[in-house]
């Protein structure tokens, strides 16, 4: 039996399509529109209503994954995706932000591959960019800030904490809530200086989108109140500018 079949009849094909930071126009074009097709979608926990309103012609499977909570093991993700891909001709796996960045695109490509399924990735706008772009703080800046790293304190079951933090100008935690005041401890221990400026956006590009400006002294003591998803900028960059709103 050829690969990309199953009891006589063609395999489905799998995108992996980034739904964005939140906002439902956030979206590629390509994205929404290979959505509006889709005969099943398999969606995150941050995928929004307004989102999922693009494809109401669509069986929805919610696979979500919430950091710290309760949710769908990564290999049962896996499964249903090649077992939808048996049943259905074009198949969504929806993911909030991009999908090549934290999404465990990785896992879920080896799976489909292995089991011959056509795979083809849409990207989608990342919350780094987003979040850029809603406070108006780029994240680089001429003789001020040159490299910009994205990292993330979670990891694989049974994969020790990182305990470094990268050396760069621009430095923007995903998932950074929960690890806010043992990030501010790192770096300051690494020599930054407490009045190091920090942009927290909770929720970025929703219509309760919050965002918080404080410097590294301040993040040591915490952030409250965050119910969203929270991502932590830190660097000279994000110093108010002189002219102009804030």
Known sequence: MPSNEVAGRALGKVYLIGAGP??????????????????????????????????????????????????????????????????????????????????????????????????????????????????????????????????TSSTAPNHPEETTLPDCDTLIQYMGGKEAIATAQKLLAQGRSPALPVVVVENCSRENERVMRLSLGGLEQGLSGCQGPVLVMIGEAFAPRDSGRD
């Open 22 to 151: 939140g906002a439902a126009d956030l979206i590629t074009v390509r994205g929404a529109r290979i959505l509006s097709q889709a005969d099943v979608v398999l969606y995150d926990a941050l995928v929004t209503e307004d989102m999922l309103a693009l494809c109401p012609q669509a069986d929805k499977i919610s696979v979500g994954k919430r950091s710290g909570q309760r949710s769908t093991a990564q290999h049962v993700i896996n499964e249903q995706l090649v077992a939808c891909a048996k049943k259905y001709t074009l198949v969504v796996r929806l993911k909030g932000g991009d999908p090549m960045l934290f999404g465990r695109a990785d896992e879920e490509l080896r799976a489909l591959e292995a089991a011959g399924i056509e795979v083809e990735i849409v990207p989608g706008i990342t919350a780094a960019l987003a979040a850029a772009a809603s406070t108006r703080q780029p994240l680089t800046k001429r003789g001020i800030a040159r490299s910009v790293a994205f990292f």
